[in-house]
Nanobody, 117 residues
Framework: VQLVESGGGLVQPGGSLRLSCAASGFTFSSYSMSWYRQVLGKERELVARISSTGRITDYAATVSGRFTISRDNAKNTVYLQMNSLKPEDTAVYYC???????????WGQGTQVTVSS
């Protein structure tokens, strides 16, 4: 099983980034996918999640209206479009996969997002 995040980097406040998470080794279309983020010394927090079909999405209040989660089950990939970025969005962003039918809980290695002028 692999979850490989990409797309992180340094961006100025107000800018945009698009994160991708490519999945392999499991039946991607059966899993709900989420993006979490973590700042050093703080707990990992949920940013956004999307159901297995993509019909249902949910966002943290701090990113609602600025971030959009989406998925392409044909490409086994989940995305996080991040707009109007703020310095407080700076964190390591992690991709997560879970399913109701098994206790599986998969994590990627993370990608750093830094918002700074």
């Amino acid at each position: 099983v692999q979850l490989v995040e990409s797309g992180g980097g340094l961006v100025q406040p107000g800018g945009s980034l698009r994160l991708s998470c490519a999945a392999s080794g499991f039946t991607f279309s059966s899993y709900s996918m989420s993006w979490y983020r973590q700042v050093l010394g703080k707990e990992r927090e949920l940013v956004a999640r999307i159901s297995s079909t993509g019909r249902i999405t949910d966002y943290a209040a701090t990113v609602s209206g600025r971030f959009t989660i989406s998925r392409d089950n044909a490409k086994n990939t989940v995305y996080l479009q991040m707009n109007s970025l703020k310095p407080e969005d700076t964190a390591v962003y992690y991709c997560n996969a879970v399913t109701r039918t098994t206790p599986d809980n998969y994590w990627g290695q993370g990608t750093q997002v830094t918002v700074s002028s």
